[in-house]
């Protein structure tokens, strides 16, 4: 009971939504790469750098300002130099992305050991985060105010981004052309549709959409750069799209659920659960949706493969 008293409490359920942000922000990244036919396994490498590189913007600039902008424009050039090795020179995506997360590991560690001095944090910095947003009339409502209101920018910005990435996929010209090249790029090509570039914005706007969500992790989240602090958020957001059938919708759900036990395995330690079975169930649940992804993944390429036939 005491589990249950404490699940449907307004604190869990505000601890719910925080932990789904970037799981969500990087989920509609990669569910725009995979209606164009992209799937995109850099999303955790793009996360961690963005992460970085937000939070020094941010400090050597002064002002969040700089830190978004150093925060998106990392994430972009990652996912230019993806996009071209994938798209341009033809490499399997698997190995650009397994590349890209090995890298930004690396890479992460280099830079902050070389700013900072320190290779686990960057908390000798004065870095700025995001602020959080009260909202008027709702913050005053007794239980939904907790909740929905008090939530860092970044968090309403996911939210609002579900309704912008489903405007983009089915109500505009570049969605119709992302979806159609994802179904069947020599169709596409067949009728004048340029499938390079066509992905390569694709995989550009997943960039900045992930990079959002690396950097709430950084500047919002936490108030700093910890080393490796994706922790895998970039793979469950792959799995999040697939399970929710690459749509923005779906991505929400699933991005829900995975938070969901995220944030109940924090509150069983709380209640001095065995630690064994509380530091599992995130992963169970990540395991769950990769094999699901899979399933899907196969199930995709026998239908393109019987259609190229």
């Given at each position: 009971?005491?589990?249950?008293?404490t699940?449907?409490?307004?604190?869990?359920?505000?601890?719910?939504?925080?932990?789904?942000?970037?799981?969500?922000?990087?989920?509609l990244?990669?569910?725009?790469?995979?209606?164009?036919?992209?799937?995109?396994?850099?999303?955790?490498?793009?996360?961690?750098?963005?992460a970085?590189?937000?939070?020094?913007?941010?400090?050597?600039?002064?002002?969040?300002?700089?830190?978004?902008?150093?925060?998106?424009?990392?994430?972009?050039?990652?996912?230019?130099?993806?996009?071209?090795?994938?798209?341009?020179?033809?490499?399997?995506?698997?190995?650009?992305?397994t590349a890209?997360?090995?890298?930004?590991?690396?890479?992460?560690?280099f830079?902050?050991?070389?700013?900072?001095g320190?290779?686990?944090?960057?908390?000798?910095?004065?870095s700025?985060?995001?602020?959080?947003?009260?909202?008027?009339?709702?913050?005053d409502?007794?239980?939904?105010?907790?909740?929905?209101?008090?939530?860092?920018?970044?968090?309403?910005?996911a939210?609002?981004?579900?309704?912008?990435?489903?405007?983009?996929?089915?109500?505009?010209?570049?969605?119709?052309?992302?979806?159609?090249?994802?179904?069947?790029?020599?169709?596409a090509?067949?009728?004048?549709?340029?499938?390079?570039k066509?992905?390569?914005?694709?995989i550009?706007i997943?960039?900045?959409?992930?990079?959002?969500?690396?950097?709430?992790?950084?500047?919002?989240?936490?108030?700093?750069?910890?080393?490796?602090?994706?922790?895998?958020?970039g793979?469950?957001?792959?799995?999040?799209?697939?399970?929710?059938?690459?749509?923005?919708?779906?991505?929400?759900l699933?991005?829900?659920?995975?938070?969901?036990?995220?944030?109940?395995?924090?509150?069983?330690?709380?209640?001095?659960?065995?630690?064994?079975?509380?530091?599992?169930?995130?992963y169970?649940?990540?395991?769950?949706g990769?094999?699901?992804?899979?399933i899907?993944?196969?199930?995709?390429?026998?239908?393109?493969?019987?259609?190229?036939?």
């Amino acid at each position: 009971m005491n589990i249950l008293n404490t699940i449907i409490s307004p604190d869990f359920l505000y601890m719910w939504i925080r932990v789904a942000t970037p799981i969500l922000l990087a989920a509609l990244g990669a569910t725009v790469c995979s209606k164009a036919g992209v799937v995109n396994l850099g999303l955790e490498g793009i996360m961690l750098i963005s992460a970085l590189f937000g939070v020094l913007a941010s400090a050597f600039g002064g002002n969040i300002f700089w830190g978004i902008l150093g925060g998106v424009g990392a994430a972009l050039i990652v996912s230019l130099i993806f996009a071209y090795f994938h798209l341009v020179l033809k490499a399997n995506n698997t190995l650009c992305g397994t590349a890209i997360n090995t890298a930004a590991s690396g890479l992460t560690i280099f830079v902050l050991q070389l700013v900072t001095g320190e290779k686990g944090n960057s908390s000798s910095l004065k870095s700025f985060s995001f602020n959080e947003i009260e909202i008027p009339v709702i913050k005053d409502i007794p239980v939904l105010g907790d909740i929905l209101s008090g939530h860092n920018t970044l968090t309403y910005v996911a939210l609002i981004s579900v309704v912008l990435v489903f405007l983009l996929l089915y109500k505009t010209p570049l969605g119709l052309r992302m979806r159609a090249v994802g179904e069947n790029p020599h169709a596409a090509s067949s009728v004048g549709q340029n499938v390079t570039k066509i992905r390569f914005i694709a995989i550009l706007i997943c960039g900045v959409l992930t990079g959002l969500g690396g950097m709430y992790l950084s500047m919002g989240y936490m108030d700093m750069f910890v080393r490796d602090m994706v922790a895998g958020r970039g793979f469950i957001a792959l799995a999040a799209c697939s399970m929710g059938q690459a749509t923005p919708v779906g991505a929400l759900l699933a991005s829900l659920v995975f938070a969901f036990f995220d944030g109940l395995s924090n509150v069983l330690q709380v209640l001095q659960i065995p630690s064994q079975f509380v530091q599992m169930l995130p992963y169970l649940a990540t395991i769950a949706g990769l094999t699901i992804f899979s399933i899907q993944q196969s199930a995709k390429t026998k239908k393109m493969t019987k259609l190229s036939e």
